[in-house]
T-cell receptor, first 112, second 120 residues
């Protein structure tokens, strides 16, 4: 089944404790992106990647890191999480970007 | 920068009726794509419909259709014969055409969403 897999689905952590949210797609997509969803704000792009080793900042990159060492994986790293990073996070992938993204199931992150 | 506005935070409709969700956007681009995504309580983001701005014909997908008014920068979604399973948050989204102004990795710019409830 073609899909984008994110893990974990739920995570509660403490301020300052490094964490990684994994994302993997099995569709050989070139484009991958991370979004965060907050009430009243819709979804906002954090980082994106257009291919292996090619990544760049989106609209809200502060406090996040990403890497794209393999085509299928695009992990999101929070080096020192803070409470304002409590949010619902989505990974998404696409062939060309303009064909519409396939989204993962989301990761609900709570930083206390 | 592009902005997407969904002015209806919540809507409700009776089962089997028709409902229209509104979306307006602001851009200086002439070529772009528009999307509607559905987010049911499971929180999965599901692509409902896609429209290419250079195509005048409105996109349709089964019970879902759009009214694309390029000059007015309006992109509304019509759901016919509403079903209980259509209950969800609906997001309108904009994407610049690849090959235009670079940056953003073909970023989707989302509106704030419209929560639709289908009632018996």
């Amino acid at each position: 089944e073609a899909q984008v897999t994110q893990n974990p689905r739920y995570l509660i952590t403490v301020t300052g404790k490094k964490l990684t949210v994994t994302c993997s797609q099995n569709m050989n997509h070139e484009y991958m992106s991370w979004y965060r969803q907050d009430p009243g704000l819709g979804l906002r792009q954090i980082y994106y990647s257009m291919n292996v080793e090619v990544t760049d900042k989106g609209d809200v990159p502060e406090g996040y890191k990403v890497s794209r060492k393999e085509k299928r994986n695009f992990p999101l790293i929070l080096e020192s999480p803070s409470p304002n990073q409590t949010s619902l996070y989505f990974c998404a992938s696409s062939w060309t970007g303009d064909d519409g993204y396939t989204f993962g199931s989301g990761t609900r992150l709570t930083v206390v | 920068a592009q902005t997407v506005t969904q002015s209806q935070p919540e809507m409700s409709v009776q089962e089997a009726e028709t409902v229209t969700l509104s979306c307006t956007y602001d851009t200086s681009e002439s070529n772009y794509y528009l999307f509607w995504y559905k987010q049911p309580p499971s929180r999965q983001m599901i692509l409902v419909i896609r429209q290419e701005a250079y195509k005048q014909q409105n996109a349709t997908e089964n019970r879902f259709s759009v009214n694309f008014q390029k000059a007015a920068k309006s992109f509304s979604l019509k759901i016919s014969d509403s079903q209980l399973g259509d209950t969800a948050m609906y997001f309108c989204a904009f994407m610049k055409l690849k090959g235009g102004v670079t940056g953003g990795g073909n970023k989707l710019t989302f509106g704030t969403g419209t929560q639709l409830k289908v009632e018996l």
